[in-house]
């Protein structure tokens, strides 16, 4: 009895490393968390079965089963459609996603089984380890980011969103490069104690390069940021830009209803008089996405004249996110409409989310498409051109983001280069209710300001609408007396626009750390697999 509990030792460290993942983002926010989640992991991986036959297909499933809990759990808000359309089916989504996103996990594990190793004394080799490992982990994470249209949400450097001397160095490696520094310090933190032990048996200590080159690092990391923000604000060419964002709270299922039509005007009608009654009034007033009932584009349509007899009455720009027909192909859009209504730049969202809107491979598997058509009846155009929007005030060029569109970094910068120098989410976050979805999303958010050195508006539906820095710090957000971020009402601020036109190292090559990381991962593989094959070659000849 006592034996069968201690070979699920293994597999309850692998469940722990989820859960200590898990705890690191919203609701939870416990962000030191991610210097250890996966250590429990890693010692399962490396100090059980020793007899397996196949121990690289144990890893396999410790990491698939660490991958399962931590994506169920910190997804579980993706359960929220459920209560939404009253739908068991739609409550297990989170668990869905996972079966399929818990496959990088598996591959981590994989990889670290090869990695373990003979022993744990030697700084240099402890070093060679960690990097190894970090550069594994930030490559699941990249892939992760794209593969299949990509859902990289909440890899282990954004749970140090709220940290923000941390996480400046995105900068140049973007949020990945910060999940290298916490998996490499994960490493580190089981091979430590490991050495400790080791040498307490021999009585040889020698000295622990590999941890305090460690700890050097974290610290010139968090040197680096309190050094960046630190700049005085009057060496800093910026324009400041009034700004007024509406959050509606319209409930989802009232949208898109010609029954609430009247009462989603009244709400964005009495709102925005609230924001334009401010002196001076704002220069830009942002309202959410999907925020019309119909097209606003659409002549013959009530949204239409609302938005046209809006804007007319005012001088303020107006960025609104709204469908758009064309040609027979559905859009979901951006708009800023100008100069009283005469002037209307669109943007069409290029980074559509599967299965909210459109289902891959609709056309070929009827039965499944018939099934998700209930939820998801039609499928958007995906844009094309990265469109930035220029304000009246000629001094702001807007990058007009579409809700999950702010979580990818390599769509963001795009924008950048293009001229952006402000970016702006427009952004409807009401299908998971008051879940931790929005929090979450935010988080991930956060990094397309430090990447890229631009500050950022985000107007929800239902929250978070707030803004952010350069640095990355919510300067202001929206909430009511008790801090709850879910409340209709409107925040009206001033952000500093930068009008320095340089890029950031990451704004000018992208990924290219992760690229790097890639090419170290792939070259260990080969190098690992030759060894093995000629450590089976040789076993070969000795059998004979």
Known sequence: MIKKALSLWPWLAAIASGLLATACFPPFDQSWLCWIALTPLIVAIWFSGENSRR??????????????????????????????????????????????????FAFWSWFVGFLRPKTFTTSWRNLLVAFLAASAWATHEWTRDWLFS???????????????PMIQVAEFTGVVGLSFAVAFANIIAVTTPLRLFAEAQT???????????????????????????????????????????VQASVPQL?????????????????????????????????????????????????????????????????????????EGHDYNAALLVSNRGERVQIYRKIHLVPFGEYIPLRHSFPLFAAIASTWVPGDFTAGTKHTVFDLTNGN?????????????????????????????????DGWFLHSSGSRQHLANAIFRCVENRRPMVRAANTGVTCFVNEFGRVTQV?????????????????????QDRRLTFYAQHGELFAKLCVAVTLVTIFVCLCRLQRWIGRSADDAK
């Open 203 to 245: 009585h040889q200590m020698r000295p622990h390069f590999d941890l305090t080159l460690t700890m050097v690092g974290i610290v010139a990391v968090l040197a680096f940021g309190l050094h960046i923000a630190a700049v005085p604000k009057s060496m800093v060419s910026a324009t400041t830009l009034r700004v007024a964002a």
């Open 254 to 326: 009232q949208k898109f209803d010609p029954h609430f039509t009247g009462e989603v005007f009244e709400r964005f009608q009495r709102l925005s008089e609230i924001a334009l009654g401010a002196n001076p009034p704002p220069d830009l007033l942002v309202w959410p996405e999907s925020s019309m009932p119909d097209p606003v584009r659409d002549q013959n349509s009530e949204s239409h004249r609302f938005v046209t007899n809006f804007s007319a009455a005012t001088k303020t720009d107006l960025m609104l996110g709204t469908l758009d027909f064309e």
């Open 55 to 104: 121990h690289w297909l144990r890893n396999l499933l410790l990491g698939y089963l660490a991958g399962i809990v931590f994506f169920t759990a910190t997804f579980s808000w993706l359960g929220a459609l459920g209560d939404l359309y009253q739908s068991f089916f739609l409550h297990g989504l989170s668990f869905l996603l996972s079966i399929y996103l818990a496959l990088h």
């Open 396 to 428: 702001v060029h807007a990058a007009p983001l579409i809700c999950f569109e702010d979580t990818v970094g390599d769509l963001v910068r795009r924008f950048v280069v293009d001229g952006a120098n402000l970016l702006v989410d427009v952004t409807n």
């Open 478 to 498: 929206l909430q009511d007396d008790t801090g709850n971020t879910f409340t209709e009402g409107v925040l009206t601020g001033s952000v500093d626009v930068p």
């Open 150 to 164: 990509g859902f990289g949400w909440n890899g282990l450097g954004v749970a140090l969103h709220a940290e923000w």
